[in-house]
C-alpha cells in the first residue's frame, strides 16, 4: 500500500500544480499564444533552450513547431539551443558555460523573433545571461520557470511560474503549457474556416 500511496500522491500532486497554474495564467496563456503567432506570421524565428531536462523540453517544443503538432501545415521555424554539441562545447571550451546560449542569441538572433528560457530554479546564468542579451538585440523574451524563479522572471517579457518547488511537478506543468501553446499557435495560424464561416464571407 505504501508504494500505492506514493503513486497516487505523485499523480494528485502533479494535477492539483497544473490546476492552480492554469486557474491563474489563462489570460497570460492567450496573450503568449497570439505574440508567438504573430512572430513567426510575421518571418520571426523561436528560440528555445535549457538545462538538464529543461534542455531536453527545449528540444521537445522545437520539434513541435518545426515539424507539426495536430495539424498538418508547414514547418514553423524554432530552433533548440541545446543540441548543437560543437557550438556548445566550442563556446564553453574557449569562453565560459554560462555564454552557451548568449553568444547563439546574438549570432542568430534578430529584433522581432522570440526567446523563451527554461529553468525550473530561475537561477542558471547561462539561461538568464540569454535573456539578456536577447532583449538587448530586440527580442520578446519568455521564462518558463517557477515560484523560486523571481531572478529570471526580473528579466523577461513574460513569465510563466509553476506554483511548486518540486522540478518534477515544474517540469510536467512547462510541457503540458508547451503543448498547449503549440496547438493554440496552429489554430491561430492554420485553422481552416468552418461552412458557416464561408457562407457569412
Do not use: W
Not at 533552450?49 to 514553423?76: M, Q, W, Y
Amino acid at each position: 500500500m505504501e508504494i500505492d500511496n506514493k503513486i497516487r500522491k505523485a499523480f494528485e500532486d502533479s494535477i492539483r500544480v497544473k490546476e492552480q497554474f492554469f486557474r491563474e495564467n489563462i489570460p497570460l496563456i492567450k496573450e503568449v499564444a497570439e505574440l508567438i503567432a504573430k512572430t513567426l506570421n510575421e518571418g520571426g524565428k523561436i528560440f528555445i533552450f535549457g538545462n538538464g531536462g529543461s534542455a531536453t523540453d527545449a528540444s521537445h517544443i522545437a520539434a513541435e513547431f518545426v515539424n507539426r503538432f495536430k495539424r498538418e501545415r508547414p514547418g514553423l521555424p524554432a530552433i533548440s539551443l541545446n543540441t548543437d554539441m560543437a557550438v556548445l562545447t566550442a563556446i564553453a571550451n574557449d569562453y565560459d558555460y554560462s555564454e552557451v546560449f548568449a553568444k547563439q542569441i546574438k549570432a542568430l538572433g534578430q529584433s522581432g523573433d522570440i526567446a523563451i528560457g527554461i529553468s525550473t530554479s530561475g537561477a542558471s546564468r547561462n539561461v538568464i545571461k540569454a535573456v539578456e542579451a536577447a532583449r538587448k538585440r530586440g527580442l520578446k523574451t519568455i521564462a518558463f520557470t517557477s515560484t523560486k524563479g523571481e531572478k529570471l522572471i526580473s528579466k523577461v517579457d513574460h513569465a510563466f511560474s509553476v506554483p511548486s518547488e518540486e522540478t518534477p511537478r515544474i517540469q510536467e506543468t512547462h510541457i503540458t503549457l508547451a503543448h498547449i501553446l503549440c496547438e493554440l499557435v496552429e489554430d491561430i495560424l492554420f485553422e481552416i474556416p468552418t461552412t458557416k464561416k464561408k457562407l457569412k464571407q
